[in-house]
């Protein structure tokens, strides 16, 4: 059943999120030759492109001030859910790659390969994407398919499309027993007074009515 917020008397500002609950797995040398292919494949296909600085895929940054904090925190409660569609390929494509090919022209295709088989860890979350590491990815913003750097899911998205002023928020990643909270996240403007455990009292209320 799923978990009631209480809707008066707020203190805090609660984001959901999902949860990934996988354990690590290592990784195989299998996924690794897929990822491997993938990249030169792709590298291949971008060398028939014209006009390669059209292509080149932005960097989009991170939310900034508290919105980050929040993002942040909410990430790595959920330990990467969204992550779980990024498979042996983890979204990298030609617009993507054609960042190191501008940035670089002489840079080879075996140069760039090895720059990401370098960032794959030796241990993944399990049923995800091959850079999903156990503190989460394992590559650079830089390096990312610009899908990852700016995808938020439903909850995380609201929140950091909202215009609120920052106050008090608490996350919470999953439902049920094993749901993780985190701590009240205060602003550098708040006061500091909620606790974690008001917060936690409060929703476990909401949930048991
Ligand atoms: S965007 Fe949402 S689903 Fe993806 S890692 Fe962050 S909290 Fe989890
Ligand atoms: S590259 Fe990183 S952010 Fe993108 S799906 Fe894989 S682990 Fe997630």
């Known amino acids: 059943m799923p978990l009631k917020l209480p809707d008066s008397d707020n203190d805090y500002l609660p984001v959901t999120v999902p949860r990934s609950d996988k354990p690590v797995v290592p990784v195989s040398p299998e996924r690794v030759e897929r990822l491997r292919q993938h990249l030169l494949e792709t590298l291949r296909d971008l060398r028939k492109a014209r006009r390669i600085d059209r292509l080149v895929s932005s960097v989009s940054p991170e939310p900034d001030g508290f919105r980050s904090v929040v993002a942040r925190t909410a990430c790595s409660l959920c ?3 969204c992550c779980r569609h990024g498979g042996d390929e983890a979204f990298l494509d030609e617009r993507t790659l054609a960042r190191f090919r501008v940035a670089k022209p002489e840079i080879t295709d075996q140069a760039i390969t090895r720059l990401y088989l370098d960032c794959v860890p030796e241990v ?8 999903h590491g156990k503190r989460g990815c394992t590559l650079d ?3 990312r398919a610009d899908v990852c750097n700016r995808f938020f899911c439903g909850g995380l998205s ?3 499309r909202s215009n609120a002023a920052p106050e008090p928020t608490v996350i919470f990643a999953g439902e049920g ?5 985190s701590s009240v996240l205060v602003p550098p403007s ?4 909620r606790t974690t455990a008001r917060a936690v ?3 476990r209320a ?4």
């Open 190 to 193: 708040g006061d500091g007074a």
């Open 79 to 81: 330990r990467g859910s």
């Open 201 to 203: 009292g409060r929703y």
């Open 124 to 131: 993944v979350q399990g049923e995800s994407c091959i850079f």
């Open 141 to 143: 913003r830089s390096m």
């Open 206 to 209: 909401a949930a048991r009515e």
């Open 158 to 160: 609201a929140y950091i």
């Open 177 to 181: 027993e094993k749901m993780r909270i």
